[in-house]
């Protein structure tokens, strides 16, 4: 099946590299990065659907648990969370997707052959070409928009299991397809995939519009503490471990969270501090468009995209935000 698109050479070679890197091995390992959001969940599960086409062995995994946002994808019942228990051995093949480097995978590497081989899928334009094999496409809107590129160099036919999951990721990945990264390629995938089944309007809801009651209590804590800077082209929430605990919220609550600094008329950079454990901050920084907060990130051991990126700060809240307030100010 031909999906129409004319892509680039070197693009046309990376997949044909990625189709000989499945065919030749079996027994994979499939694994996104931490935390997982809609691309990294859809993309583990497309490409379980990929290798199940194929006739191919493999078990995926996650450092921790899905969002279960989620659950509806086909392949969410099969995936493993490495922190309920790890199986006991190793694998050699591995595929990484919408890992931006080597360290976004937590701690599966430790379930990696010493001879392992490793075919990374991802489009981060911070990708650091870690593994053996390389699929990275960094004008991509998603993860998925790669695996869908190559279910179709492979000529597998889509179903609407594969389907739900490509649209899934594409409508997370571009905020319900209103951001930059939302081509004339993107809507072109779109309507196909509508062709072929899928319930747009019933995705958006369940995994852009609907609030669980600890989110919403979530958000009524976090703005509480907007704070401005620079004048106010900076602004910024932060969740401490404190009330994550006082609202049973979980990392997964967090999703948005981010975009209500940033869509504050005038603000150039918006940023989400979190608590992950006493002394680990982790920044989540949004760009309204003239500010590269990729570049940031990068300069803080972290990464993503132009617009949207992160990186981890060590210190208290306070301290994280103003190191963070000093170093997007340089910028700004």
């Known amino acids: 099946m031909n999906n129409g698109m004319n892509h680039a050479p070197e693009y046309v070679q990376q997949l044909e590299a990625a189709a000989k890197f499945i065919e030749q091995h079996d027994d994979f390992l499939v694994v996104s990065h931490i935390q997982p959001d809609g691309d990294a969940a859809s993309s583990t599960y497309a490409t379980g659907w990929i290798l199940s086409q194929l006739g191919k062995s493999f078990t995926m ?3 921790g648990a899905m969002p279960s946002k989620f659950s509806f994808l086909s392949g969410s019942g099969q995936i493993v969370n490495y922190s ?9 093949a591995i595929i990484s997707v919408d890992c931006a480097d080597f360290s976004r995978m937590g701690k599966i590497s430790t379930l990696f052959d010493e001879q392992v081989q490793l075919l990374n899928i991802d489009h981060h334009p911070t990708n650091d070409r870690f593994g053996t094999c390389h699929l990275i496409k960094d004008d991509a809107a998603a993860t998925v928009q790669i695996l869908y590129d190559l279910a179709m160099h492979m000529m597998l036919t889509p179903d609407l299991a594969f389907a739900d999951c490509i649209y899934t990721g594409l409508l997370t990945d571009t905020g319900g ?23 747009g309007s019933d995705i958006a809801e369940q995994v852009l519009e609907r609030l669980t009651y600890a989110q919403t209590v ?3 804590k976090a703005l509480s503490t907007l704070a401005f800077a620079h004048d106010r082209k900076l602004a910024w929430i932060a969740v401490s471990l404190a009330d994550l605990e006082s609202t049973g919220a979980t990392s997964e609550d967090l999703d948005g969270l981010v975009n209500y600094p940033r869509n504050i008329e005038g603000v150039e950079v918006g940023m989400l501090f979190k608590e ?3 002394g680990v901050i982790k920044v989540s920084l949004r760009s309204a468009g003239k500010v590269d907060v990729a570049q940031i990130a990068q300069s803080l051991g972290g990464g993503g995209h132009v617009r949207a990126s992160g990186c981890t700060v060590h210190g208290t809240l306070e301290e994280a935000v103003a190191s963070m307030v000093q170093e997007v100010g340089k910028t700004l």
Do not use: C
């Not at 397809?177 to 319930?199: C, D, H």
């Open 276 to 278: 992950k454990t006493p």
């Open 218 to 220: 979530l958000l009524q």
């Open 177 to 199: 397809f209103r951001y930059s990264s939302t081509t004339p390629e993107v809507m072109q995938i779109g309507a196909t995939l509508l062709k072929l089944g899928v319930q």
């Open 61 to 63: 995994i996650n450092e």
């Open 84 to 92: 309920q228990g790890t199986p006991n051995r190793v694998f050699r």
